[in-house]
């Protein structure tokens, strides 16, 4: 099942993709199942129950709504560094063996279309294409083994960074969270629909049509699988927790001379059989 959640007339609203395009509801419509993240946070059934009723609903034109985060509030989301070798090496650290963890809030979110912003006071506006998991129930002190039936799906995140903020101080948060800057969407695809843990699927970042960044997700340090048991270790993960897994080599940061994104600029994440995030690049003044 793939899904996307967008806004229409002020009011949230669910599409579930169907064999000739899209069809949806909105909140306050006849049938309206919930939210996709009501549905994440609900039971098991709750998403296919949705499907059923979203595959006979009207018909939605993607390009006429307000594409929304598949999830936009989450209770947490959890961020990895350094979880691809030629990553840790192009940015001058040495492989950890334990992941570099950080969060994100929810405030920074921004869907698919929606402009990543330049703050007027940096120019190092880096690009982060990363696999996002979602995660559909509570885990804690999960084993590895079992830490994939924990995903309700996946989609698509840029986690755009403000390098110099980054690392004003040996914790990344300032650098990590500023406004309309993570980039999460166009879709959700639940979990039965692609390789467990998206293994071997390709990841591919493109900076105004040339790739910047391209890997195998298998190339990652720490599997989906692996992340899940070592964050369920020490903290509860909960229905609709965002997981961002990494991003591969190629950063703007690790470039000679640098390669930063900036006013005019498209940036673009494609990850194999889930589709391409897509996102124009906005000066923060000139979109006031």
């Not at 006429?64 to 840790?88: A, M, Q, R």
């Not at 294409?129 to 559909?136: K, N, P």
Request: glycine share 8%; proline share 7%.
């Amino acid at each position: 099942m793939r899904f996307t959640s967008f806004e229409r007339g002020g009011r949230k609203a669910i599409a579930l993709a169907v064999h000739d395009g899209w069809r949806g509801l909105a909140e306050g419509e006849t049938g309206f199942p919930g939210t996709l993240q009501a549905l994440i946070e609900a039971d098991g059934e709750a998403l296919p129950s949705a499907a059923k009723t979203l595959a006979v609903a009207p018909e939605v034109r993607l390009e006429d709504v307000t594409l929304l985060p598949p999830i936009w509030s989450p209770e947490k989301i959890i961020c990895v560094g350094l979880n691809y070798k030629d990553h840790s090496s192009e940015s001058g650290f040495t492989q950890p063996d334990y992941p570099t963890i950080f969060g994100r809030f929810n405030s920074s979110l921004i869907a698919h279309r929606a402009p990543i912003l330049c703050p007027p006071f940096s120019e190092q506006l880096d690009f982060e294409g990363e696999l996002a998991a979602v995660i559909d129930k509570t885990a804690r002190d999960v084993a590895e083994h079992e830490a994939l039936a924990y995903v309700a799906g996946y989609s698509i995140f840029n986690d755009a960074s403000i390098r110099d903020y980054q690392f004003k101080a040996p914790q990344w948060t300032p650098g990590k969270n500023f406004d309309d800057t993570g980039a999460f969407d166009p879709y959700f695809v639940t979990a039965d629909e692609l390789p467990p843990g998206c293994d071997g699927l390709h990841i591919r970042t493109r900076l105004n049509g040339a790739v910047v960044q391209e890997a195998s997700i298998a190339d990652m340090v720490f599997s989906v699988a692996g992340l899940i048991s070592i964050l369920s270790r020490f903290l509860t993960l909960r229905p609709g927790d965002v997981i961002v897994t990494g991003a591969p080599s190629g950063v703007g940061l690790a470039r000679n001379p640098p390669l930063w994104m900036k006013e005019g600029d498209m940036v673009e994440v494609e990850i194999e059989r889930i589709g391409v995030l897509s996102n124009p690049v906005q000066d923060r003044k000139a979109a006031a």
